[in-house]
């Protein structure tokens, strides 16, 4: 089916380790966001994009970069892992701005110990 | 930050009763979006409502846009048991959306 794939959906990471979260997305949409979801908290915007080669940082980025060298893919990377980090990591995409509605991935759990 | 409140945050009720979801903010958005998401998954889109005093249904599903564009509700009719699940409002502002805490809402055969 059509949508957005996230790679891994779960990984542990010792704390100072680095890894990427890969996004894919198959419907041509020009927007792309990565959040992340902890208990009470809701949905937190980390960073996001409005087009290939393009990003720009969201509600709570650091900690965290993020790449988009091409359209359908939208990379998150942790430098150096903290136990703060420990979240449930959701990418989105959508059409345009506005009423559009986000298409989100199945999410990545990632723990750091 | 641009802020959403919704309550209640836990809602535990038996199936065949009415329930409503406030979703409310002091500021003014593009547009409201509605989400329903399970365990394991990511939130999948119910609905978008982008003029002010709209109203939309979907099935028993009511949702309605705030005149002012500041708040909006969810109103469910006679739940079952599969609406069980976390249910997400979302401020448009700007091109980002910005999410509530979410209702827990449980159904009770």
């Known amino acids: 089916n059509a949508g957005v794939t996230q790679t891994p959906k779960f990984r542990v990471l010792k704390t100072g380790q680095s890894m990427t979260l890969l996004c894919a997305q198959d419907m041509n949409h020009e927007y792309m966001y990565w959040y992340r979801q902890d208990p009470g908290m809701g949905l937190r915007l980390i960073h996001y994009s409005v087009g290939e080669g393009t990003t720009a940082k969201g509600e709570v980025p650091d900690g965290y970069n993020v790449s988009r060298l091409k359209k359908q893919n939208f990379l998150l990377g942790l430098e150096s892992a903290a136990p703060s980090q420990t979240s449930v990591y959701f990418c989105?995409?959508?059409?345009?701005?506005?009423?559009?509605?986000?298409?989100f991935g199945s999410g990545t759990r990632l723990t750091v110990v | 930050t641009q802020l959403l409140e919704q309550s209640p945050q836990f809602l535990s009720i038996q199936e065949g009763e009415n329930l409503t979801v406030y979703c409310n903010s002091s500021?003014?958005?593009?547009?409201l979006q509605w989400y329903r998401q399970e365990p394991g998954e990511g939130p999948v889109l119910l609905v978008t409502v982008v003029t002010g005093g709209e109203v939309k249904k979907l099935k028993r599903l009511t949702f309605q846009f705030g005149d002012a564009r500041k708040d909006s509700s969810l109103h469910i009719t006679a739940a079952q048991p599969g609406d069980t699940g976390l249910y997400l409002c979302g401020g448009t502002s700007y091109g980002k959306l910005t999410f509530g805490q979410g209702t827990i809402l449980t159904v009770h055969p």
């Open positions: 989105a995409s959508s059409q345009g701005q506005g009423g559009y509605g986000y298409t």
């Open positions: 500021s003014v958005f593009s547009s």
